[in-house]
Nanobody, 123 residues
């Protein structure tokens, strides 16, 4: 099973962007999947995840970020609106078997990671 993120690029503040995470060799049916980001010089933080409880968002990410899943359950998206320079960073997706975690918004609980896609927001 591999995860591949894509869609990151340089955008202007206020613009929107959608990044994707595709899983190869499987679907997300048996996995909780989350989006995370790591800003320069900062720790990796959770944005959103999809689990048996549905979609969850970290409090600081609610409102401008929306996670969704494709019809074949093999790709997830993160729609980001009204981007700000502080949203700059590497965006990762990660998975963990359903039921085998405590908090799918916590990077420590996730098992398998993609290599990330870089989003740069200029002012």
């Amino acid at each position: 099973v591999q995860l591949v993120e894509s869609g990151g690029k340089l955008v202007q503040a206020g613009e929107s962007l959608r990044v994707s995470c595709a899983v190869s060799g499987d679907t997300f049916d048996d996995w909780a999947v989350g989006w995370f980001r790591q800003a320069p010089g900062k720790e990796r933080e959770g944005i959103s995840c999809l689990s048996t409880s549905g979609y969850e968002y970290s409090d600081s990410m609610k409102g401008r970020f929306t996670m969704s899943i494709g019809d074949a359950n093999d790709v997830v998206f993160l729609q980001m609106n009204n981007l700000k320079p502080e949203d700059t960073g590497v965006y990762y997706c990660a998975i963990v078997p359903k039921g085998d975690y405590n908090n799918c918004l916590r990077p420590y609980d996730m098992d398998l990671w993609g290599k990330g896609t870089t989003v740069t927001v200029s002012s």
